[in-house]
């Protein structure tokens, strides 16, 4: 069975830094396009970026290019989000999720099925 946990939110002040992870287990996740998103209270679900399977491509949204990169460590089964230069409206919670079946679009959230629980990251200005 699919799952996901994410860790490492938390609160921090603008300019700072947070690293997320997030565990797979019953999949090996870096066969598969993993993707992160967020979602502040009142606003519509964000695509942050995803990580391809295999070749480990990647991609980010505007509103983060720069700031957040997204990595595997393969020996752990996990994918980070490295998040730097954070700024109060990144404030969400931040879930993890795979695609495992055909198409998947990160900005759209198509296709990802399996999807952590999420976990709160808070930037102070």
């Known amino acids: 069975q699919v799952h996901l946990v994410e860790s490492g939110g938390g609160l921090v002040q603008s300019g700072g830094s947070l690293r997320l992870s997030c565990a797979a287990s019953?999949?090996?996740?870096?066969?598969?396009?993993i993707a992160w998103f967020r979602q502040a209270p009142g606003k519509r679900r964000e695509g942050v970026g995803y990580?391809?399977?295999?070749?480990?491509?990647?991609s980010y949204a505007d509103s983060v290019k720069g700031r957040f990169s997204i990595s595997r460590d393969k020996a752990k089964n996990t994918v980070c989000l490295q998040m730097n230069s954070l700024k109060p409206e990144d404030t969400a919670v931040y879930y993890c999720?795979?695609?495992?079946?055909?198409?998947?679009?990160?900005?759209?959230?198509?296709?990802?099925?399996?999807w952590g629980q999420g976990t709160q990251v808070t930037v102070s200005s």
């Open positions: 999720a795979a695609a495992q079946s055909g198409y998947s679009d990160y900005r759209t959230g198509y296709g990802y099925d399996d």
């Open positions: 019953g999949f090996t996740s870096d066969r598969w396009p």
């Open positions: 990580i391809s399977g295999y070749g480990g491509i990647t």
